[in-house]
């Protein structure tokens, strides 16, 4: 799985972890709904001003929204 896909399945689990809407966390990011849709259907590839950006309204370290899961997900 490419860190793209990584970024855009953690970025979709925890913004729903959190019950946030993509339009909340686009508003609380201080960035825009589509650009969120955008990054969660890896149409975007966020840099990493945005990524400090959506990890400090989810509470999670940055880190968390490029890590591949244990289940068996590996960056390419």
Excluded: W
Aim: proline share 1%; with cysteine.
């Amino acid at each position: 799985m490419e860190i793209r896909e990584i970024f855009a399945s953690n970025l979709r689990q925890y913004r729903q972890t959190r019950g946030l809407s993509q339009e909340e966390l686009a508003h609380q990011a201080e960035l825009d709904r589509t650009y969120i849709s955008a990054l969660e259907r890896c149409v975007y590839a966020a840099s990493i001003d945005v990524v400090g950006k959506l990890a400090a309204v989810l509470e999670i370290e940055p880190a968390d929204l490029l890590a591949a899961s244990e289940k068996g997900q590996k960056a390419d």
